[in-house]
């Protein structure tokens, strides 16, 4: 493996540069928690929503673990790791930059049009857009975008061309803030009567009432367990992945029906019902984009 492709040689040569960084594995996806990590005790941050470096020596929770200290990248400790690693990422929001990731060439097209010109990355399926500045990560902010900032790490794919723009308003904009699950005491909305899924609206559907109903039911139930935080973000995802389900039916499938029930589970988790709504609508249009 030559110098500039090695993931630490990478990795040292963007932390001189002032960008946090981090080993990705096979899969291209960050390392597990080390033992450290177990019941929180991390800084109580099991899942890395708050702002703040991971204090363990070992790299783990992702974007957390990101570091431009080259004693540290080239410790002991962080030796195996690199053994197994197979590609470097970074930490947008560390390195006061956010990434606008476009995973479709629809998503491309959506940007070239809206978004002000800047540095740009190609990638698998899209291409990343580099501003400076830096802001709340969100993903599904509308079919195949994401906002990679704060707390979201980054694959480095080389640096791009371009001239970096200034992160605009319209970035920013689309980040919608997801509440959380009122504070104990006070009341949840009650949620309004929806449509259900049932056979009568999925005429078209190949598959059974009792499959339909079933991944159904447990993608409801991932929703309602997000009592603190990411509902929204789960709720795109079970959208996401039953509208793939039916890309080979010949419809109607009642995929309206079943969103109506999807963005019923997140509002009653405290999800505002509009970033609900649209969360739901982007993950089913993702899937029908990605099926065409």
């Given at each position: 493996?030559?110098?500039?492709?090695?993931?630490?040689?990478?990795?040292?040569?963007?932390?001189?540069?002032g960008?946090?960084?981090?080993?990705l594995?096979?899969?291209?996806?960050?390392?597990?928690?080390?033992?450290?990590?177990?019941?929180?005790?991390?800084?109580?941050?099991?899942?890395?929503?708050?702002?703040g470096?991971?204090?363990?020596?070992?790299?783990?929770?992702?974007w957390?673990?990101a570091?431009?200290?080259?004693?540290?990248?080239?410790?002991?400790?962080?030796?195996?790791?690199?053994?197994?690693?197979v590609a470097?990422?970074?930490?947008?929001?560390?390195?006061?930059?956010?990434?606008?990731?476009?995973?479709?060439?629809?998503?491309?097209a959506?940007?070239r049009?809206?978004?002000?010109?800047?540095?740009?990355?190609?990638?698998?399926?899209?291409?990343?857009?580099?501003?400076?500045?830096?802001?709340?990560?969100?993903?599904?902010?509308?079919?195949?975008v994401?906002?990679?900032?704060?707390?979201?790490?980054t694959?480095?794919?080389?640096?791009?061309?371009g001239r970096?723009?200034?992160?605009?308003?319209?970035?920013?904009?689309?980040?919608?803030?997801?509440?959380?699950?009122?504070?104990?005491g006070?009341v949840?909305s009650?949620?309004?009567?929806?449509?259900?899924?049932?056979?009568?609206?999925?005429?078209?559907?190949r598959?059974?009432?009792?499959?339909?109903?079933t991944?159904?039911?447990?993608?409801l139930?991932?929703?309602?367990?997000?009592?603190?935080s990411?509902?929204?973000?789960q709720?795109?995802?079970?959208?996401?992945?039953?509208?793939?389900?039916?890309a080979?039916?010949?419809?109607?499938?009642?995929?309206?029906?079943?969103?109506?029930?999807?963005?019923?589970?997140?509002?009653?988790?405290g999800?505002?019902?509009?970033?609900?709504?649209?969360?739901?609508?982007?993950?089913?249009?993702?899937?029908?984009?990605?099926?065409?």
């Amino acid at each position: 493996m030559s110098t500039a492709t090695n993931p630490l040689h990478v990795a040292l040569a963007l932390a001189a540069a002032g960008v946090p960084v981090l080993p990705l594995r096979r899969g291209k996806v960050p390392f597990g928690n080390c033992h450290s990590c177990k019941d929180g005790a991390c800084g109580g941050r099991p899942v890395m929503k708050a702002a703040g470096p991971c204090r363990c020596p070992a790299p783990c929770h992702a974007w957390a673990a990101a570091t431009t200290d080259p004693h540290v990248l080239a410790s002991p400790v962080w030796a195996p790791v690199w053994r197994e690693a197979v590609a470097v990422a970074y930490h947008p929001g560390g390195a006061g930059l956010t990434v606008v990731d476009l995973d479709s060439a629809a998503a491309v097209a959506w940007a070239r049009e809206t978004l002000p010109a800047t540095r740009t990355v190609v990638t698998t399926r899209g291409e990343h857009w580099i501003y400076r500045g830096a802001m709340p990560s969100s993903n599904a902010v509308r079919p195949g975008v994401d906002i990679k900032s704060l707390t979201q790490y980054t694959r480095w794919l080389g640096p791009g061309t371009g001239r970096m723009a200034v992160l605009p308003s319209a970035v920013r904009a689309l980040v919608v803030k997801e509440e959380t699950t009122p504070a104990r005491g006070e009341v949840v909305s009650s949620v309004p009567e929806r449509a259900t899924w049932d056979r009568s609206v999925a005429t078209g559907c190949r598959h059974n009432a009792r499959y339909v109903r079933t991944g159904l039911e447990r993608g409801l139930a991932l929703v309602r367990a997000r009592t603190e935080s990411g509902a929204g973000s789960q709720a795109f995802g079970v959208a996401r992945f039953l509208a793939a389900q039916h890309a080979r039916c010949p419809g109607p499938c009642g995929l309206t029906a079943l969103g109506e029930e999807i963005t019923a589970a997140a509002v009653s988790v405290g999800v505002p019902e509009p970033y609900a709504r649209r969360a739901v609508t982007n993950g089913l249009e993702t899937a029908v984009e990605r099926a065409t």
